[in-house]
């Protein structure tokens, strides 16, 4: 376990079944937290590592969402607080972009994909569970 004690905590990881998102979900249950993988389309890797997490002796949830709609956001905050109740610590991992390339050649479309991912995500995600955090 590492030098940090989050046992009886929950944390809730967009983007969870990512590269990036995989190591922070590993580390967290390393330090006893219960983890939200939150994932977009990549069902199976989040089942996996669901399955690599639980073996931690913690608990693990897979959830679906859309980052870039606050209903779907909602509707993950619902389902984290069903099966590991309210959130202790949010992970703003997922961002959305389909075509990485010089920032010359990006469409106005990746643009605004980038947006919804990056930016509105955070307000969606703090309007949802910032609220049962406080």
Known sequence: ???????NKVAVITGGSGALGRVMGRTLAEAGADIAICYH???ETAHLLRDEITAKN??????????????SINAMRDAVVNTLGAADIIVNNAV???????????SPEDYESQFQSCVLHNVYRDQAFV????
């Open 41 to 43: 389309r990549d069902q």
């Open 58 to 71: 913690v608990r693990a949830a897979v959830v679906q969402a859309d980052v870039t709609n606050q209903d």
């Open 1 to 7: 376990m590492i030098p940090i004690d989050l046992s």
């Open 131 to 134: 609220p049962g955090m406080i």
């Open 96 to 106: 959305i972009q389909y075509n990485w390339t010089s920032v010359l050649e990006q």
